[in-house]
């Protein structure tokens, strides 16, 4: 009998301090925080804390490195073409306008546009192709505002291919104007 009075006289008073307890108390602000002031003192001057990374310059970063490196980092995208045709489709504008963005960020860049095309066709023919895809790349480029003074072409036609298997997927990688950087 002993316990059970101590069992409700305990959850009676539990039921009275809860609700004082869980009351929600009103949000701080940072003039809740500030150390009282005190009369003939300085304030204190507070400094931001420090970055956590120091900035760079991502433009010298990109221009201090090798040609081979930034051809292999891929900041240029290929325009890819369609079977038989030089004219730039929708996704290659696309690419096309990334890439005169990132050609406009670091107007020394100097580039090859190499035309290629896939192993169909006579030698002669994928030459000429392959001239007219660079050549409409180029166009376009100077459309967006990059100087053709910065952009050269070559044909390679069909004699250096990207991918080497008789697939559509893989002539389609071939069907291309691929981007050199030449000087920087």
Same mark, same amino acid.
């Given at each position: 009998? $002993?316990?059970?009075? !101590?069992?409700?006289?305990?959850?009676?008073?539990?039921?009275?301090?809860?609700?004082?307890?869980?009351?929600?108390?009103?949000?701080?602000?940072?003039?809740?925080?500030?150390?009282?002031?005190? %009369?003939?003192? @300085?304030?204190? +001057?507070?400094?931001?804390? @420090? @970055?956590?990374?120091?900035?760079?310059?991502?433009?010298?970063?990109?221009?201090?490195?090798?040609?081979?490196?930034?051809?292999?980092?891929?900041?240029?995208?290929?325009?890819?073409?369609? /079977? +038989?045709? %030089? %004219?730039?489709?929708?996704? @290659?504008?696309?690419?096309?306008?990334?890439?005169?963005?990132?050609?406009?960020? /670091?107007?020394?860049?100097? !580039?090859?546009?190499?035309? $290629?095309? +896939?192993?169909?066709?006579?030698?002669?023919?994928?030459?000429?192709?392959?001239?007219?895809?660079?050549?409409?790349?180029?166009? /376009?480029?100077?459309?967006?505002? !990059?100087?053709?003074?910065?952009?050269?072409?070559?044909? /390679?036609?069909?004699?250096?291919?990207?991918?080497?298997?008789?697939?559509?997927?893989?002539?389609?990688?071939?069907?291309?104007?691929?981007?050199?950087?030449?000087?920087?």
């Amino acid at each position: 009998m $002993h316990r059970n009075a !101590i069992f409700v006289g305990l959850t009676a008073s539990l039921l009275v301090v809860a609700p004082i307890a869980c009351k929600k108390k009103p949000p701080t602000t940072a003039a809740d925080h500030a150390p009282a002031a005190t %009369s003939g003192s @300085a304030p204190v +001057d507070v400094k931001p804390p @420090a @970055a956590t990374a120091p900035r760079t310059d991502q433009t010298q970063d990109v221009l201090s490195e090798d040609l081979a490196t930034l051809n292999k980092k891929g900041y240029l995208h290929d325009a890819y073409f369609d /079977y +038989d045709a %030089s %004219s730039l489709r929708d996704d @290659a504008r696309t690419a096309l306008s990334t890439d005169a963005q990132w050609l406009k960020k /670091y107007p020394s860049m100097k !580039i090859l546009l190499e035309g $290629h095309c +896939d192993d169909r066709g006579t030698e002669a023919y994928n030459l000429s192709l392959g001239e007219r895809r660079a050549n409409a790349t180029r166009e /376009y480029l100077d459309s967006l505002g !990059i100087a053709p003074s910065r952009v050269e072409t070559v044909s /390679y036609g069909k004699e250096k291919p990207f991918c080497e298997d008789e697939t559509d997927v893989c002539r389609q990688d071939n069907r291309r104007a691929h981007f050199l950087v030449v000087a920087k």
